[in-house]
């Protein structure tokens, strides 16, 4: 108990120095939202009554504390570029990211555990061999380049998707999963190539301890071993970096969303620094802070209570 009572503090604390700095990153660019606000209507007069309604006049620690307050209660203020409130902005864009993130970490388990399984399960045999060159190329490959590669085969090439385009989830829930496919998978590979990576290795290190060779010795089959004995604890680890991971896809939605021209966070982040639309760009890169720290969070207490050593250390 006392250790999720300390990771807890942690995380809190975490959670306040991230909006913290995301307040301050965005005071100190040296911009007048009213000018952008009140466009040609902009007069000295005018742009001071917006400062004061806005609260831009307040000192800095009051204006972070009533952002904070808000953020926290739901409502994180009202964007510059749309005059309205920031949780309406992002509530579509939020749908199409999440969609996206668990999409492909869903991939990632599907196509790492079995990897992960053969490479250990044919360890030194020509089918290993290859499968880690394959590895190592798919690790180094960075998700963008995988979505340009794509939406070129099989947008440009093939026409299984039109690219650019999108299919809201209003048209139906599989019509969109299908279009977010591809982004997913682009998402999906290099973690998964390192999610295999790291459960063969697990795997590999348990086939080495002594209950390994005791459950040899009763006469099981190197695959009645693995499956029954080894994978199990060979998990762990991996579980941990699965969970992980989840926060991985979150960012590497945001970079992908560019690629595949998305109606996600990561397109609203980049138009809203653009545009100086700061209660979004903040409440954006909170979001995203949160989700990180908050699953590295979950990944913590999940080892604690899955693997006993940790609970022993």
């Known amino acids: 108990m006392a250790y999720v009572i300390k990771k807890t503090g942690v995380l809190i604390i975490s959670l306040v120095l991230i909006s913290l700095l995301a307040f301050l990153a965005f005071q100190i660019i040296p911009a007048d939202p009213t000018t952008k606000i009140l466009g040609t209507d902009y007069t000295p007069e005018k742009a001071e009554a917006l400062r004061e309604q806005l609260g831009l006049n307040d ?7 009533n952002w904070l307050k808000g953020l926290i209660s739901g409502d994180p203020g009202i964007s510059y570029s749309y005059f309205m409130p920031v949780k309406e ?10 969609a996206l993130s668990l999409f492909s970490w869903v991939l990632v388990m599907l196509f790492s555990i079995p990897m992960g399984i053969i490479l250990a399960r044919f360890q ?5 061999r290859t499968g880690i060159v394959l590895n ?24 299984w998707f039109t690219p650019g385009g999108y299919v809201p989830f209003s048209a139906g829930f599989g019509k969109a999963m299908g279009y977010l496919f591809f982004p997913a998978l682009a998402i999906a590979i290099p973690k998964a190539a390192k999610t295999a990576k790291l459960l063969r290795s697990s795997i590999l290190n348990e086939m080495n301890k002594d209950y390994v060779r ?3 010795s009763r006469g099981n089959s190197r695959w009645a071993v693995l499956r029954d004995h080894v994978l199990r604890n060979a998990m762990l680890p991996v579980i941990t970096y ?5 926060a991985d896809t ?3 939605s945001i970079i992908v969303e560019q690629v595949f021209a998305l109606p996600g966070l990561g397109r609203l982040l980049l138009s809203s620094i653009g545009n100086r639309d700061f209660p979004v760009a903040q409440c ?4 995203i802070a949160f989700i990180v720290i908050f699953m590295n969070y979950l990944a913590d207490i999940v080892t604690q209570y899955v693997d006993p050593r940790v609970r022993l250390n």
């Open 59 to 65: 000192p800095l620690p009051a204006r972070y504390l």
């Open 89 to 98: 902005v992002m509530q579509g864009k939020i749908q199409v990211t999440a």
């Open 124 to 128: 030194g045999g020509h089918l290993e």
């Open 136 to 159: 190592q190329v798919f690790m180094a490959v960075p998700p963008f380049f995988l979505g340009m590669l794509f939406t070129y085969l099989f947008g440009l090439v093939l026409q």
């Open 214 to 216: 005791t459950a040899y």
């Open 242 to 246: 699965l969970a992980m991971s989840l």
């Open 250 to 252: 979150v960012a590497g």
């Open 284 to 287: 954006i890169v909170v979001i």
